[in-house]
Structure formats: structure tokens, C-alpha cells
């Protein structure tokens, strides 16, 4: 057998953007409110309230062709915030405050959508605009990709394909570019990532339930090639 060979072409992530533009709708002084913008929607709605706290559960929905990935919202919940359940209350570095996907309901197929709930005490309005803030950058440094071959049989083989994360930030939503000397004919744990073929021996890894390479850690992907 030849001996295998990879070359990593790039690799890329999603990442909070440091400005958003704001799609601009008018809230009604009720409990309730929906927003519609380019691609997406937004339902707003207090599911209970107690004192001075109130607890809003906020629904977005894919109303785009094209899957939402990683996705992070930005918005003023116009009050302080409790807690958060189903997202991640974040802070981007220009000191914006957003909420982010918890991991497994990182991405929104059209048609989609994903709710969370969040308690928010002393909120003096319904927030009247909201944004997606993710955006994808590619990344040229601070990771490794290595190859590995296993058993072989006839022209067939085993193998895996190891992304290392050098940084100290995780690397969200990836999607990796490589060139080899085989042809991958299978992901073997599909669960992992999904496969591309973009020309002969040219392929697109994207990561499914490993979309998140956390800081200083790295991935590994099965495979079976010829």
C-alpha cells in the first residue's frame, strides 16, 4: 500500500462579531412580541413573573434556505439578568453582552427554530431589536491536522484524521479543507462529522456533535479510505 498522505488547506470557525447591524421593530406594551428580519424571526413572550422578576422565554426560528450556524444573539434584555437556560449569557471583547447556543442546539435547519428562557429582574421594556452576531473567519494558525492508518484490506483501509486545537480559545462551528493521495469513502463515526467531496481527493470535513474543538484539546475522525 502507498503510504497515505494529508494536507490541511484551512481551516475555519465561527466567531462573535465585534459590530452588528440592527434590524429595527417596533414592540407593543404587552407581554408578548414578534420580530421579523432577513432570514430569521424572533417570538418574545413572559411565561411567569414573580416581584420584580420576570421570566421570558425566546424562541428563533431559521426562516432562511440555509442552516443557522453556531448561532449568537444579540439584544438588551433591558434589565438584569437571573439566569439563562438552553444559551449561555456571553460578553464580547468591545464589553457587548450576547447569548450564544449551549452546543447541542448550535445549529437551526430552515424551518427551524430553538427556544430559551432567561429571568430578568427589574426589566423595564420588551427589547425591540435583535441580531445574529456569529460570522465565520478562517484560521491559519494555532491548530494541527495529523493522519493516521490503521488495518488495511485489498486497496481498502482504516484510518483517522486528528484536529489539535494549540489555543486557548475554542474553535466553534469548523469546517476543515484537506488534499490527499486517497479517496475518503466514509466517515466511520458519522456521528462526528460530515464528509464533502469537492474534487478528486479534495474534501470538506465539517464537524457535527465535535463542532466545538475546546481550548489546548483536539478531535478525532474515522475513516475508511482506498
Known amino acids: 500500500m502507498n503510504r497515505k498522505k494529508i494536507a ?10 465585534q459590530s452588528c447591524v440592527f434590524a429595527v421593530s417596533a414592540a407593543e406594551e404587552n407581554k408578548t412580541a414578534n420580530f421579523e428580519y432577513d432570514d430569521f424571526s424572533v417570538s418574545y413572550s413572559v411565561t411567569n413573573s414573580y416581584g420584580n422578576t420576570e421570566v421570558v422565554s425566546l424562541t428563533l ?8 450556524e453556531d448561532w449568537m444573539l444579540y439584544f438588551e434584555p433591558n434589565g438584569n439578568i437571573q439566569y439563562v437556560t438552553n444559551a449561555t449569557e456571553m460578553t464580547a471583547e468591545n464589553g457587548k453582552m450576547y447569548f450564544k447556543n449551549n452546543g447541542y442546539n448550535a445549529d437551526i435547519a430552515p424551518s427551524s427554530a430553538v427556544t430559551f428562557t432567561y429571568a430578568v429582574n427589574d426589566c423595564t421594556e420588551i427589547p425591540d431589536y ?19 492508518v490503521g488495518e488495511s484490506w485489498g486497496d481498502s483501509f482504516n484510518g483517522s484524521i486528528v484536529i489539535t486545537n494549540h489555543t486557548d480559545k475554542p474553535i466553534e462551528a469548523w469546517e ?25 481527493y479534495q474534501y470538506l470535513l465539517k464537524g457535527t ?16 479510505g482506498v
Request: proline letters at 0%.
Open 176 to 200: 476543515l479543507s484537506i488534499d490527499t493521495n486517497f479517496t475518503i469513502t466514509e466517515i466511520s463515526n458519522s456521528w462526528a462529522a460530515t464528509v464533502t467531496e469537492l474534487d478528486e
Open 61 to 68: 426560528t431559521n426562516t432562511g434556505d440555509e442552516t443557522i
Open 130 to 148: 435583535y441580531a445574529l452576531c456569529q460570522t465565520r473567519v478562517e484560521k491559519t494558525e494555532g491548530y494541527d491536522v495529523s493522519l493516521s
Open 209 to 224: 456533535y465535535t463542532s466545538t474543538i475546546a481550548a489546548n484539546s483536539s478531535v478525532s475522525l474515522g475513516f475508511i
Open 8 to 17: 490541511a488547506g484551512f481551516i475555519s470557525f465561527a466567531l462573535m462579531m
